[in-house]
């Protein structure tokens, strides 16, 4: 078989033919860049060939890759097929991310699903023969026990911890263990993922863990993701399944491992998703989240062994996924819902989630209405030319001034790239600046006079103007398509906004609150959403972050079985509103694309 040697490790993998470079490298679990997932459109897959013989470039790459970068051996892995030995350098490597792990959190009262009590085995004898099962249903008045718990069991004498939930006993242990009592909340996100480990007596949270989603090596977005699954019908669901639960596995580890304490002390585990995510998690087909007419195969709430889908905990820990309303409305907005008490508001209250799906809730006075606007990846700092995810080395914030060009790296790192909250700062600087009319168009260089401190900071490239953030320690720059894909996701985002006030026949200035939640608009400030426009001018003074209330949501539904019911309900009654189906939806739009007119 063909060998590929990867640089800068100097593994050696071999491989069969008839699959793309990208493909090997994924198959053997090797970080590479991959947004489009494979399909030759975002060009971040990058890898240098060191030696060896690949197929001549293609027409696609000699259009993504730079002339330059041609000479120095660098192809798009997603675009090359080889069949003999090879020597290849990645380009890129995982970096440290930045992970939204806390929120704004109500008071509520904690009452548990999972219970234990010491009872005391008797010591069988001739005249007693009563078996464990029926001696543990005479003392805890349980009239089931599961037949996990019992197969776990030993007939010993003396004292014995019984877990129940919901009326059933799902383990037994010996000796006093109520002292011990564990569980997880976890946020699961198209691109982070938070897990956090809570001591079920008192509340406490004793630890955390984030990372990005592993599912990233089969797209970015749920919809490339949702693809993945059409094209592989054979292992697609699995392979999904497989990679957020072995993530879950490794962040249990690593929190309990931060408490002092086993993963067989975790009895519930509480999940807030998207519905794709939730999907994906439990192994269910997402295909018909991705088609219309969006019918998913649930949206009700889950409570299922742990173990069912594989997650290391307890032997009988359960597994509760909170509900969602619709293919688009998941259950971490239905969290999202819950936590800010959008469902007790007097007033009206406009909730929204920023992100590759732009999730928003409308409640007027306690009348639920919500919409889901792709927005698409973009303001994640994906199919952005210099696009990254908010990594350590990211621009997040940008100035323009007249002595320059002024960047704010994460980590204080060399700049390689910018992230969300970046080409949001950049785009409102164009704005402000003039670089870049309300029509999104930059203007024409020749109109500035070359003493104008605007006139560096802008090239040609052919016919394509572009704007240059750093030429250090590599070009970084800001395309015309950049600034498009923000425009798409602000008009996305806007015209929901306003769609569902039209809906509610509630004016701009009616609003009392505009909540801002989930892991990129907690890092957004309220100028650069106003600034270009993806939110009114008008709600500026009106604006609370809420933080990450998706894993706030699942906290409470692990402390309290109230509070699964009444987020239960609240998806019931949700009212979902199809933009696509509203009434002169593609006209407001088109109107939302407008950027903001700096010069009134």
Known sequence: MPKITVWPE????????????????????????????????????????????????????????KTEEIEAGIRLSCLVNPENDLEIELLTKEKKHEVLTTGYIPEFDFDLDIEKRVIEIRKPTLEDQTPLEDQIKEQTGMRKI??????SASFIPGKVTVVLHEGEVIQIEEGDTTDSLYGVAIDIGTTTVVCALIDMITGKELANASMINAQKHFGLDVLTRITYELEHPEDGVEKLRSAIVESINDMICDICSQAGISKEQIYEIAVGANCTMMHMLLGVDATPIGKAPYAPMFVKARDIPAEL??????????????????????????????????KKEEGNVLFIDIGTNGEIVLSNRG????????????????????GMRAAEGAIEDVQITEEGVKLKVIGDEPPAGICGSGILAVVKELLKSGLVRKDGAFIKKDKLEETDYRYPMLQLDGRKREFIMTEEPEKLLITQGDVRQVQLAKGAILSGFIALLNKAGIQMEDLDKVMIAGQFGAHLPADSLTGTGILPKEVEDKLVYVGNSSKTGAYMALMSAKVKREMEELAHDMDYMELGATKGYERLFSDCLIFPDFNK
Do not use: W
């Not at 909170?322 to 688009?328: C, E, K, R």
């Open 309 to 342: 889908i594989g997650i290391h905990a307890a032997k009988g820990a359960r597994l509760y996924c909170l509900p969602s309303v619709s293919a688009y409305i998941g259950a971490d907005i239905v969290a999202g819902a819950y936590v800010c008490e959008l």
């Open 146 to 151: 599961s037949f996990r718990a019992l197969q």
């Open 367 to 386: 009348e639920l209405l919500c919409c889901s606007c792709a927005a698409g990846p973009a303001l994640e700092g994906m199919n952005i030319s210099s």
């Open 10 to 65: 100097g593994k050696i993998y071999e491989y069969t033919k008839g699959k793309t470079l990208l493909e090997i490298l994924l198959a053997e679990k090797i970080f590479v860049d991959n947004p489009c997932n494979g399909k030759g459109v975002c060009g971040k897959c990058r890898v240098k060939i060191l030696s060896g013989s690949v197929p001549e470039i293609c027409e696609t790459e000699s259009k993504l890759l």
